[in-house]
């Protein structure tokens, strides 16, 4: 008899939700090895039935040495729920923002779990930048959304502890911190509640954690405090099947935060972490006190707890295969397990049988040495293309047989098996190629909290199932093998893999790519008068033979020539630039607006571009980013014409300098010499160049000569820590954390007729309107006298900051610090930031 719908739906839905979270993800790696040692540990923790999980707010916010010690010293399930990607942070490797930064910071988690063994989870909110209190942080993220998230990974997990890493209060020291521990502090009661988010309930059940607790330290007790009233254990400790200690594996996972500046040092011996009750029973002796960690806690499990002490004490590191048979009957016993009741096996059996099943699996692989990989001959398709797969799978010690391979895809749908029967002998690889066709509904892979548009404050993730999660991957293959009669089955993401001539195999995702993607040159286009500009926009082929026609969607009063452009790329891969001259006319009102390229391909719009995020340490990205820019009209007039630029972490004024007209040389620190900076207006100095150009200690005096002989240098902000010198002015200034976080907070003009206001451009309170994220950051605390203020602003409730610019005449030249957030205004195209940008160049000509 047929389903009926409903159910059938219900079903798909399960067997989707099963494979999402039970299976581990690994995606753009190398399929995972394991030493022996490595397969004794998790034969250990298949004993352990145990759950944490730390939850604080941002990527680098996690105690890594704690997760490493819970994971592999307390061997129970250790999660870090982040709140945010840590898109509003900075990015000290390379330009990407936004959006891109948060892809990189999601990356730079996952690289960092791979070595702590934690598992990672998010919820949808958006890291918009600083916020000093948690009642900011609630007037853009949308709190009940962020809670139901929280919500739902403890519903998914059951912890038996939670742990977060800030106070619930403003010793938090951020208002996203702060908001962390308040919702955990919620969460904790709301995910036992059956009448809380019951929509989550077809997927999940309830759950009660056994104690929530601070995670305190140095950070937020005050000096002399005693220590004794809080709850202490040793996380410090050396684990001999690892040959680290905690404090070992938790330098090397900090040190995935590359584009943070958090690379750090090994910790060895003693390291004693204090924790502090908010909830639940407290804990005396051990941070577990009350939760039977043992098979025990599933009802008829106690025989199963036998087994695998049985298997661990038969295990021979020599010859790890001669568990293999011992695994297989821990799983038929575990699969046999009765259960008293509906209620008991969904609270308990399930979750653990699960958790315990895939471990199982996954080190049945390793005590076979079975190597399996899926690698796409193309690191790119796109949806109703077929891709040729290439199957590799080898087993060290026994023979095997492999049963049927199927792929399954994000839209959830499983391409046709096929049926192989084959056995493989020891040591012998066998490849098998196979044909598959991705749905044409089979989404792009762009991070699928991209998909559809968000607010500042929070992502739009429509699917239950999907929320949490790190990533998703475009193809899985299913692969059934059957060892001494008893089926094992894998799912293997499907991958690309080269051979670079330097770093040799390298593994990047399988992309799922549109028909066409639209790239728009440029971020910001800039008219300070009626002169035509010309856009290129790069139209890229995901398959062969696209053909279609391009055009540019404008404003009222904007034109662009041609009107349209048809096209055809040939082959897949082919690019093709091609340029409008846009312009606006008469009616193009003043400020800030739009401009949107299309390209039409049978009758479907397409206006999403490609661009990939490549780094060392963590695998290729690609973004589909909507094929947009903004498209600025504005009364501008500035002075002088050569500006020298000087990099720091990266950022894309040099481009905003350009579009107003300037000429922008990019200088390296070899450039800086008293005879090549004479023939520059100004010079720049990127975002943090003073905390990551360690040259510019010594290049400091070749500065300040430029300015003392006539020259104008403009200092980007500068983080407070880390400098490479201690003094980067010509005269003393302190910088420190104060930011103004509001971004169209009202500004106070201190000194109207100060140059910086009135030339060539005339600064008023408009020049402040429609900032994003914020209004500055890292503004000096206390300056010399012959620094000038120039403007005043602040958040509510809080004193006046009165140094987003000091300006300071030094010799025949002039000396400027700006901590306003230029680097972000320029790029999104407000207008005043232009204007003020403009004027400091320009100062002294």
């Known amino acids: 008899m047929p389903l009926r719908p409903a159910l059938r739906a219900a079903l798909t839905a399960l067997l989707i939700f099963n494979f999402q979270f039970s299976i581990p993800k690994a995606h753009a790696q190398a399929p995972k090895t394991w030493s022996s040692s490595e397969i004794l540990l998790g034969l250990k923790k298949l004993n352990v039935l145990g759950s944490a999980l730390y939850v604080a707010a941002h990527p680098d916010d996690e105690n890594t040495r704690l997760i490493a010690y819970l994971a592999n010293g307390r061997l129970v399930e250790t999660g870090y729920l982040s709140c945010t990607r840590g ?26 779990r791979r070595i702590d063994g934690g598992r990672q989870f998010f919820t949808r909110a958006n890291d ?18 962020v809670l139901a998230d929280m919500v739902w990974v403890i519903r998914q997990r059951r912890p038996d502890v939670m742990i977060t890493r800030f106070p619930p209060d403003a010793r938090a020291g951020h208002g996203h911190h702060t908001a962390s521990a308040m919702l955990a502090i919620e969460a904790f009661s709301a995910a036992a509640d059956p009448k809380r988010f019951p929509e989550q309930l077809q997927y999940v059940q309830p759950w009660q954690a056994k104690r929530l607790l601070w995670n ?18 040793d996380a410090g400790g050396f684990n001999p099947l690892l040959g680290q200690s905690y404090g070992e594996i938790a330098a090397r996972s900090r040190s995935q935060h590359r584009s943070q500046g958090f690379g750090s040092s090994a910790q060895r011996g003693e390291a004693p972490e204090y924790f502090q009750l908010l909830k639940g029973e407290p804990a005396k002796t051990d941070l577990f006190d009350g939760v039977d960690m043992t098979w025990n806690r599933v009802p008829g499990g106690a025989a199963v707890g036998k087994m695998i002490d049985e298997v661990i004490r038969k295990y021979d590191p020599a010859n790890p295969s001669a568990s293999v048979a011992g695994l297989q009957a821990i799983e038929l016993a575990m699969n046999k397990i009765p259960f ?29 040495g079975l190597y399996v990989e899926v690698v796409a001959l193309e690191s790119e398709t796109s949806p109703g293309q077929t891709s040729s797969l290439t199957v590799n799978i080898i087993s060290r010690n026994i023979k095997i047989g492999l049963s049927s391979l199927g792929v399954l ?12 029967s084959k056995i493989l002998l020891p040591n012998q690889l066998f490849s098998f190629r196979k044909r598959a066709v991705l749905p044409v509904r089979t989404p792009i892979s762009a991070p699928y909290w991209l998909y559809e548009k968000g607010s500042v404050g929070m992502y739009t993730v429509a699917n239950q199932i999907d929320r949490g999660q790190p990533e998703l991957s475009a193809a899985t293959t299913k692969i059934q093998l059957t060892i001494e009669g008893q089926l094992l089955t894998l799912y293997i993401p499907v991958q690309y893999k080269s051979t670079d001539p330097v770093e040799g195999e390298k593994y990047r995702p399988l992309t799922v790519v549109p028909p066409v993607a639209v790239n728009i040159g440029g971020r910001a286009y800039v008219f300070a008068d009626n002169q035509p500009k010309t856009v290129p926009v790069t139209l890229r082929a995901g398959k062969a033979g696209v053909k279609g026609t391009l055009a540019l969607s404008l404003p009222k009063g904007w034109t662009a020539e041609p009107a349209s452009i048809p096209f055809e790329l040939a082959a897949k891969d082919a690019e093709q630039t091609v340029q409008f001259r846009v312009q606006p006319g008469a009616g193009a009102a003043e400020g800030k607006s739009e401009l949107r390229a299309v390209a039409t391909v049978d009758g479907q719009a397409y206006s999403r571009g490609y661009q990939t995020i490549a780094y060392s340490h963590i695998p290729t990205q690609t973004l589909f980013p909507e094929a947009v820019a903004p498209l600025v009209k504005l009364d501008l007039r500035r002075k002088g014409q050569e500006i020298g630029y000087l990099m720091g972490a990266g950022d894309e004024v040099p481009d905003a300098l350009r579009q107003i007209g300037y000429t922008v040389t990019l200088l390296k620190p070899e450039d800086i010499t008293d005879q090549n900076l ?68 009202p500004v106070t003009f201190l000194n109207p007729g100060q140059p910086l206001l009135n030339t060539p451009n005339k600064i008023t309170s408009k020049d402040f309107e429609g900032w994003v994220q914020e209004q500055g950051l890292y503004y000096p605390s206390q300056w010399d006298p012959k620094y000038q203020t120039v403007l005043s602003s602040q958040d509510p409730g809080e004193t006046a ?19 306003l957030s230029l680097f972000r205004e320029l790029p999104a195209g407000v207008p005043g930031a232009y204007r003020i940008l403009t004027n400091m160049v320009s100062l002294g000509k």
């Open 87 to 112: 898109d509003g942070g900075q990015n000290l490797i390379g330009p990407e923002l936004r959006e891109g930064l948060g892809v990189i910071r999601t990356q730079e988690l996952l690289a960092a």
């Open 128 to 145: 918009f930048g600083f916020s000093k209190t948690p009642e900011e942080t609630f007037t853009i993220w949308d709190k009940e959304q």
């Open 216 to 233: 305190t330290g140095s950070f937020f007790v005050k000096a002399g405090e005693d220590m004794s009233q809080y709850f202490k254990l």
């Open 340 to 368: 008293p009741s509906k209620e008991e096996e969904q609270r308990y059996l399930n979750f653990w049988r699960q958790e315990k099943l895939k471990a199982i699996d996954a080190l049945i692989q390793a005590c076979l």
């Open 409 to 420: 895809t994000t839209g959830g749908k499983i391409d046709a098996d096929t049926t192989i």
């Open 678 to 745: 004479r023939r520059f207006d100004a010079v720049v100095l990127g975002v943090r160049a003073y905390n990551t150009l360690d040259r510019l200690k010594t290049l400091q005096p070749t500065l300040l000569k430029y300015v003392e002989q006539g020259g104008n240098l403009v200092v980007q902000y500068v983080v407070n820590r880390g400098t490479v010198l201690p003094q980067i002015g010509p005269y003393p200034l302190t910088l420190s954390t104060d930011r103004v976080t509001v971004e169209n907070a």
């Open 801 to 819: 900051k009165q140094s987003a610019i000091l300006v300071a005449d030094y010799g025949k030249g002039h000396y400027i610090y700006t901590g």
